[in-house]
């Protein structure tokens, strides 16, 4: 599975609450907040200045390694 810029944070928080700390590290407090269930990875960093690749990378990296 690869977490792509157009997927829905609330999906990608639902395939493994081990990502929290991914998100909260990068800036994103609010992920209990009503957009997160509606807002893509790509609209979240844009409205919060965040570098999508980054976390792109972070996120694509837990999922390799729980997957191995």
């Known amino acids: 599975m690869k977490i792509t810029k157009d997927m ?3 999906d990608v928080l ?9 998100f ?3 800036g994103l407090h ?6 997160a269930s509606g807002e893509t990875i790509e609209e ?3 409205v919060h200045g965040m570098d ?8 694509n ?3 390799e ?3 191995a």
């Not at 639902?14 to 991914?22: D, E």
């Not at 609010?30 to 957009?35: I, P, S």
């Not at 999508?52 to 996120?59: F, G, I, K, P």
């Open 8 to 10: 829905i944070i609330a």
């Open 14 to 22: 639902n395939m493994n609450r081990g990502t929290v700390p991914i």
């Open 24 to 26: 909260m590290q990068n």
């Open 30 to 35: 609010c992920l209990g907040c009503v957009m």
């Open 44 to 46: 979240a960093c844009m």
């Open 52 to 59: 999508c690749e980054l976390l792109l990378d972070e996120l």
């Open 61 to 63: 990296e837990f999922f």
């Open 65 to 67: 390694k729980n997957e």
